[in-house]
């Protein structure tokens, strides 16, 4: 059997990005990759090992064995541990030991993923433990390598694909909690609408409606007099979404916000989906 033509985009969109970060790296001075980057408490060396750890993970390998430092500040749950320990375990890796497993682990998992033969709706180990289905999981680590694609290329000042076919999924991952995020995290009234305006590299707009029962949806239909109206550049509203930065600081100068501004701030207080 051959890949399902329903994952077969997800995998396409790994691999660019994915690949995009083995020729962002690969040069790299080892001073460079000690570079601080918006993923909290996260250098470009952290990124780079957490993607190599999570992609082992998948290709089965066992976890590393490894007790972490007591003084890491962020280390707060026991999924933020499981987090960090295949980072931790590679910060005293050289650039050229980080290039050469990063290059191995892209070979070894793109082969995997030729060879997948399971329909998208096939139950899995989701990573951490569990079950989800496959194209959970591949739509999960396209979002994941692709978010920290852009969390490097703003470390190194190296912007690009921000409109890549990754990016264009990711986009609709950190949609998919909007409606609940806008109805019950923030409480919008019955009968009211959310728009959330963006332009840049991905335009798009995006409507939340909340029903009369207080239950939320979205769609791109555009909305007269909602109660609240965000208007923000594409790389911010992801940089917001992943808690890379605070709203008020970009407040009044990459977001622009119109409406009930109590709602907005219980809005912006709750979106942060942070990887």
């Known amino acids: 059997m051959t890949v399902h033509s329903k994952i077969q985009p997800y995998i396409d969109a790994w691999t660019h990005s994915i690949e995009s970060i083995n020729d962002l790296v690969a040069p790299l001075s080892e001073g460079e990759w000690n570079r601080p980057t918006e993923c909290p408490y996260w250098s470009v060396r952290d990124v780079v090992?957490?993607?190599i750890g999570f992609e082992c993970e998948l290709l089965g390998d066992p976890r590393p064995i490894h007790s972490l430092p007591s003084d890491l500040r962020h280390i707060t749950s026991e999924l933020a541990r499981y987090t960090e320990v295949p980072v931790d375990i590679r910060r005293h890796h050289t650039a050229p030991e980080m290039t050469a497993e990063l290059d191995y682990t892209i070979l070894r998992r793109a082969r995997q993923l030729r060879n997948e033969s399971r329909q998208p709706?096939?139950?899995v180990r989701a990573i951490g433990g569990g079950e989800i289905t496959l194209e959970e999981?591949?739509?999960s680590r396209v979002f994941d390598v692709w978010v920290h694609e852009q969390d490097l290329r703003r470390a190194l000042d190296k912007p690009a694909n921000l409109a890549s076919a990754a990016g264009v999924l990711a986009r609709d991952w950190l949609l998919r909690p909007l409606p609940k995020t806008v109805a019950q995290d923030a409480g919008a009234k019955p009968g009211?609408?959310?728009?959330?305006?963006?332009h840049g590299p991905l335009e798009f707009m995006?409507?939340?409606?909340?029903?009369?029962?207080?239950r939320g949806t979205i769609d791109s239909a555009v909305s007269l007099g909602p109660a609240v109206t965000f208007v923000v550049d594409w790389e911010t509203f992801l940089r917001l979404f992943t808690g890379r930065v605070k709203p008020t600081a970009v407040r009044d100068d990459k977001l622009k916000i119109e409406g009930d501004q109590d709602l907005a701030d219980a809005i912006l207080s709750t979106i942060t989906f942070t990887t």
């Open 49 to 51: 090992s957490h993607i």
């Open 121 to 123: 709706d096939a139950k």
């Open 192 to 198: 009211s609408a959310v728009v959330f305006d963006v």
């Open 206 to 214: 995006r409507t939340v409606r909340v029903d009369a029962e207080g």
């Open 137 to 139: 999981q591949l739509w």
